[in-house]
């Protein structure tokens, strides 16, 4: 055990780059009962490759149903078969470390089913990710462009703009023109509803984001305007009539306008890449991070952070890391798909690419309980990554300590604008406060 080394990792407020956590009001007002907080997540995917029932999980995880016994039944044979993947490991922590549980039987789920009801309070969501989980912060796709302050925690939940729907070349004229006042009717009005959309949630912003990977490929080109107006002006007027090529047009427009708007803004764009959630439907050649090579080259000052290790194109994701300044790899999510290979790429990482280029730890999941597993898996498996480093006298423990806490936190405070985003979050939502602390801030020159 190095022990300097693992109270480091267990201890560094961890920046947390990629979540889609509900509100507070959500997580209060709806959120889980213990089975649908234990199996609601990844994990309900691989139970149904194991061979439960579809409508057997979909059964376990209805919190109308108070037969908690009845419910973990059907899923009980599966849960065996899984327990021991990546998400399986991640339910097993969440078990023991939200709800005491060491094995998951009907005895110990009746037993702790009070605690859901004692988490889910005001405030309790925050303590958790914060105390339990000790995140500096979390970075949050919930799934559309607008990023309001959060008063749940104006400095702490920190908000991507969703740019998917583009990507898909899914152009949707009155959202637009809601959000912006202006309507879009050709190529020229999109690029200013574009730009008016960035200008407005931007500087609140802490990325833009797409997960366009799960609607189309990534491969990506550079399109003539002339052909993006043919594409999106049949999508608009005639989409009956669009095909997959006309949308594929669009959304490489729209990717390289985000590319664009993303340097304006100095905001990051997240990309995923690799890996689909849920089961049955990922086409495995549409996700290599590879695909998007040209859009790098493209955009040298763009800086991009591909997600989720490319997995399983882990080799080619480490060559593009290598080889692109303008890539970032964020092993958000790559912990619980495949730990095992997460601790071998680190540890390749390592030894290939920049270090200042690797983030270390996102969730992407919906409920704080859920990120108390994840995180603790990621600190778990990066402490066993860094500690077979040393002991095969790759690196000493401080060299280790300083490798864990670029991953953990630096590395997050180099690349996203956390000073600037918190302060233009704190003016957004408080304008009167802001003041008060600038014109105190004014005064500190003369009294040094
Ligand atoms: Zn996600």
């Not at 495995?284 to 997995?311: K, S």
């Not at 798909?337 to 270090?355: G, K, N, Y």
């Amino acid at each position: 055990m190095y022990r300097e080394l693992k109270h480091v990792i267990d201890t560094t407020p961890m920046c947390d780059t990629h979540e889609h956590l509900w509100s507070e009001e959500t997580w209060i007002r709806d959120g889980p009962d213990i089975l649908q907080d234990l199996f609601d997540n990844y994990i309900k995917a691989d139970l149904v490759v194991a061979g439960a029932a579809p409508e057997a999980v979909e059964r376990a995880l209805d919190g109308r149903d108070p037969d908690l016994a009845g419910r973990f039944r059907g899923i009980e044979k599966a849960w065996q078969m899984v327990r021991h993947t990546g998400y399986g490991e991640a339910v097993s922590a969440l078990a023991r470390l939200v709800y005491g549980i060491e094995e998951i039987t009907m005895e110990a789920l009746e037993a702790a089913r009070h605690r859901t009801l004692e988490l889910r309070r005001p405030g309790e969501r925050l303590r958790l990710l914060k105390e339990v989980a000790r995140l500096d912060h979390v970075q949050i796709d919930n799934f559309c462009w607008p990023c309001h302050p959060d008063p749940s925690g104006f400095d702490f939940f920190l908000y991507d703009i969703h740019w998917s729907n583009f990507v898909w070349g899914e152009i949707d004229p009155q959202a637009l023109e809601q959000e912006t006042g202006l309507r879009v009717s050709d190529l020229a009005s999109l690029e200013s509803a574009l730009e008016a959309l960035v200008a407005k949630y931007g500087p609140v912003a802490i990325a833009l984001k797409t997960n366009h990977a799960y609607g189309r490929t990534l491969a990506w080109e550079a399109r003539p305007p002339v052909d993006v107006s043919r594409a999106l002006a049949v999508i608009l007027a005639h989409p009956e009539n669009a095909t997959e090529a006309d949308y594929l047009t669009v959304g490489d427009w729209c990717l390289a306008k985000g590319a664009e708007l993303a340097i304006q803004y100095k905001l990051p764009i997240k990309i995923h890449t690799g890996y689909y959630a849920g089961y049955g439907q990922m086409p495995v050649e549409w996700i290599r991070p590879g695909h998007l090579t040209a859009l790098f080259r493209a955009y040298p000052q763009c800086r991009f952070v591909l997600m989720h290790m490319g997995y399983p194109y882990t080799g080619e994701l480490l060559a593009v890391a290598k080889h692109y300044p303008n890539v970032w790899v964020d092993l958000c999510w790559a912990w619980s798909i495949d730990p095992r290979s997460t601790v071998e790429f680190v540890r390749r990482f390592l030894h290939t690419a920049p270090s200042n280029k690797l983030l270390g730890f996102g969730g992407d999941t919906f409920w704080p309980t859920s990120v108390v597993a994840y995180a603790h898996q990621a600190r778990a498996r990066l402490y066993q990554a860094l500690a077979e480093e040393i002991r095969e006298g790759e690196l000493t423990e401080k060299q280790a300590i300083a490798v864990a806490t670029r991953w953990l936190r630096e590395n997050q405070y180099e690349l996203f604008d956390l000073h600037g985003t918190r302060e233009a979050i704190q003016k957004a939502a408080r304008p009167d406060a802001v003041k008060k602390t600038s014109r105190r801030r004014a005064f500190l020159p003369d009294l040094a």
